[in-house]
């Protein structure tokens, strides 16, 4: 536990180091704002944090998360201290989940400043707290699963441009591409790509139901990637 602990303070100190990390930061405040103010402050609209939750939010994690985890592993990859920290007293299990939630405790992080927007809503009108706790409680679920995806990719290839395009176009087809063919197809197709639709199961979420079938799907999923990862690391050792 002390070498987990270790290792995601070290990552989480190297993402306040890296200028990259500034900049997808960046990008994350201004998409989001301009996501805000465009879905929120429409002329007749309702004012209220759906649209930004329901569907532009995770269009920004798809891109900003897989640039946060790229380089993760593949920067000890490129760099050879790979080799030093598998032949350091800690296992591959503490390596992955050190930087895990390294990253995972930075994302939160950027979820902290999305509560200016209910704090703006509030002015206007009364904002639903149980609504937007069960919002967070999704975004924390969807976030760990899609840090999880760009680590697994980031163990996969030393090149971070690569981790990037492979995590997003997993992330991609698991959040709209299944969600949309779910709409072309009927029976059990249809059923197969909801449950495989990463937007399906964060929708309830957003309607403020906290369905257990949802978080299981986005625990299972996240440790699923994350036992990949791990398997990958040893037998990076064993070569």
Same mark, same amino acid.
């Given at each position: 536990?002390?070498?987990?602990?270790?290792?995601?303070?070290?990552?989480?100190?190297?993402?306040?180091?890296s200028p990259i990390a500034y900049a997808?930061?960046?990008?994350?405040?201004?998409?989001?704002?301009?996501?805000?103010?465009?879905?929120?402050?429409?002329?007749?609209?309702?004012?209220?944090?759906?649209?930004?939750?329901?569907?532009?939010?995770?269009?920004?994690?798809?891109?900003?998360?897989?640039?946060?985890?790229?380089?993760?592993?593949?920067?000890?990859?490129?760099?050879?201290?790979?080799?030093?920290?598998?032949t350091a007293p800690i296992t591959e299990?503490? %390596?992955?989940? @050190?930087? =895990? *939630?390294?990253?995972?405790?930075?994302?939160? +992080?950027?979820? /902290?400043?999305?509560? &200016?927007?209910?704090?703006?809503?509030?002015?206007?009108?009364?904002?639903?707290?149980?609504?937007?706790i069960c919002n967070y409680i999704g975004?924390?679920?969807?976030?760990?699963?899609? %840090?999880?995806? @760009?680590? =697994? *990719?980031?163990?996969?290839?030393?090149?971070? +441009?690569?981790? /990037?395009?492979?995590? &997003?176009?997993?992330?991609?087809?698991?959040?709209?591409?299944?969600?949309?063919?779910?709409?072309?197809?009927?029976?059990?197709?249809?059923?197969?790509?909801?449950?495989?639709?990463?937007?399906?199961?964060?929708?309830? *979420?957003?309607?403020?139901?906290?369905?257990?079938?949802?978080? /299981?799907?986005?625990?299972?999923?996240?440790?699923?990637?994350?036992?990949?990862?791990?398997?990958?690391?040893?037998?990076?050792?064993?070569?």
């Amino acid at each position: 536990m002390r070498n987990i602990a270790t290792m995601a303070q070290r990552e989480l100190g190297a993402y306040f180091l890296s200028p990259i990390a500034y900049a997808v930061n960046a990008m994350f405040l201004f998409t989001a704002g301009l996501a805000f103010s465009l879905g929120t402050f429409r002329p007749g609209g309702e004012a209220s944090l759906r649209m930004l939750f329901d569907f532009w939010i995770l269009l920004i994690l798809v891109f900003v998360l897989p640039m946060l985890t790229m380089r993760l592993i593949s920067e000890e990859l490129r760099s050879g201290t790979i080799e030093t920290l598998l032949t350091a007293p800690i296992t591959e299990t503490e %390596v992955v989940l @050190g930087k =895990f *939630f390294g990253a995972f405790l930075f994302y939160v +992080i950027l979820l /902290v400043t999305l509560l &200016l927007y209910p704090i703006i809503l509030s002015i206007y009108g009364d904002v639903d707290l149980l609504l937007l706790i069960c919002n967070y409680i999704g975004l924390l679920l969807v976030g760990a699963l899609f %840090v999880s995806v @760009g680590l =697994f *990719f980031s163990t996969l290839t030393k090149h971070q +441009i690569i981790a /990037v395009l492979f995590s &997003l176009a997993l992330l991609a087809l698991m959040t709209f591409a299944f969600h949309a063919l779910s709409l072309q197809v009927e029976g059990w197709p249809r059923t197969v790509m909801q449950q495989l639709s990463i937007r399906a199961h964060f929708h309830d *979420f957003v309607r403020g139901m906290l369905d257990f079938n949802h978080v /299981v799907f986005f625990l299972s999923t996240t440790a699923f990637f994350l036992f990949a990862a791990v398997k990958l690391l040893e037998v990076r050792r064993w070569r």
